[in-house]
């Protein structure tokens, strides 16, 4: 995480019992606004933030982030990562290296696969996001074929980098590049996995790039 | 992240206007938005040129490709046009950064990317390229990535760019529009070698905006390919790479064109391995005599002497995949 990141500078696992009351905390602090937009100016002198600020630019956006549009003013360094997780609270879509080094960020834009950590919310005018929240069709649907598959294949140890590999995942189907394993692995290798379980992630795509094709 | 003012601009008009004050031209963002984040890069003002209308790939009248700036590097990768003719193009871009990048970044931007080098990327480390006149910590540093050719005492950090090392190989031009309207420099020129300004890296003018890359016509067929070699199979910058393309006529060497990446400042054109070339008949010991060039003049550090000749045996093995086996 970013030392920019307000949630990084306590431990968020002690700040709450599990992982699904830390989910519900984040997304009513989104709704309510309590969370700021842009980190960078909760990394200010305490002095000085309040004119760092004011003094902060800011642009008004509209855009569509699984199927729902909005539109928010943020500061113009707002990341879409932070948008989506400060803002909206969909915290799905994960923060690892925040230098588009990981691929933990991935998400659909227009329907390709791009790192969200480097792409500025301001110049998303339009657009169309899918984030892993958008991915199956609600909360009582079927998962996505690729989701079964990563529960399938047993593709995950901790699941951090699970959200961006899915969506990374689809792109790499939509594009025609996951033909073999061969060819998973080298149009896969911008998300990493450190629990290392890049056997069965392989093998999960495969699964539902044959699925798709019956 | 320092805050900055952001403009959308519609035409390049507007765009150099903007330019011209001083706004920093924004595209794929993959380099800028992770520099800026690191402090590195703290321009005031953004001007995002995503809109304007520079994203095709067209035939020039001469038979060769013009890409437009604002072409993002899959789409390059992809295209037909650009697969049949110059294979090297598109294996350079595949053998890029990630499908997430390369669906953002542009070819444009691409060689405008900035170096890798550690110390670049390390705001408290000294650096003349981030902050002219403060030393070189690369240097006496730990410099196994670093240029073995065309460095200098102030700087010796290495132009990341894959496909610019395919552009170097086939003289591509760069087209340029500025305040005082269009020109064409040639790519030996446009990225500049650091000497003893390393901040001024390219030949660019205030406000000059790129708006294509041309590659040249050449005899049909060409042959080309691209070879890349690092520390990991994928996802990685070159140690070493070398873009080659040869076109053979009564089986003589009628045109070679040659350039290696990961070693030098700039795209490093390899005149020398060229000149062996040309004329001669393809053959095993030819590559290798003509790869035995491809290191002239290199100047290694502490730790990247293995470099030197990991560099041959990169240009050898790649002559032998695009001109054969004999």
Known sequence: MSPEDPHAAGNPEADSPTAHSRRTFLAASAVSGAVAVAGPVLDAE?????????????????????????????????????????????VGTKKGCDAGACGACTVLV?????????????????????????????????LHPLQQAFIDQDAFQCGYCTPGQIMSGV????????????EIREWMSGNICRCGCYVKIVRAVEQATTRKGH | MD????????????????????????????????????????????VDISALPLRDITVTPGGGLRIGALVRMADAAADPKVRSTYPVIAESLELSASAQLRNMATIGGNIMQRTRCTYFR?????CNKRSPGSGCAALDGINRSHAILGGSDACVATHPSDVAVAFA????????????????????????????????????????????????????????????????????????SAAIALQVQDGVIRVAKAAAGGVGTVPWKLPAVEQHLLGKRPSDSLWAEAAQRAADGARPLRHNGFKVELLKRTVERQLRVVGGTR
């Open chain 1, 171 to 182: 792109g790499c189907i939509q594009e025609g590049h996951a033909g073999s394993p061969a």
């Open chain 2, 122 to 126: 390390d705001v408290t480390a000294n």
């Open chain 1, 110 to 142: 227009d329907g390709r696969r791009v790192n969200g950590c480097l792409t500025l919310a301001v110049r998303l005018e339009g657009a169309q996001v899918t984030t892993i929240e958008g991915l199956s069709p609600g909360d009582n649907g079927p």
């Open chain 1, 46 to 90: 305490p002095a000085a933030a309040g004119t760092a600020e004011a003094a902060a630019p800011s642009s008004r956006v509209s855009l569509t982030v699984n199927g729902t549009r909005h539109t928010v003013t943020v500061d113009n360094r707002t990341s879409l990562l932070d948008l989506l997780r400060e803002h909206f609270g969909l």
């Open chain 2, 3 to 46: 805050p900055f003012a952001y403009t959308r601009v519609s035409d390049t008009r507007a765009a150099i206007a903007a330019g011209r004050q001083g706004g920093r031209y924004i595209a794929g963002g993959t380099t800028l938005v992770d520099l800026m984040r690191e402090t590195v890069e703290r321009p005031g003002s953004l």
């Open chain 2, 169 to 240: 190989a086939l003289e591509a031009t760069v087209r340029l529009l500025g305040p005082d309207g269009e020109r064409a420099v040639p790519f030996a020129g446009f990225l500049r070698q650091p000497g003893s300004t390393p901040d001024r890296e390219q030949a660019l003018r205030p406000g000059e905006l790129i708006t294509a890359v041309e590659i040249p016509a050449f005899p049909r067929p060409l042959r080309s390919g691209y070879l890349k070699v690092r520390d990991r199979q994928s996802y990685e910058f070159a140690l070493t």
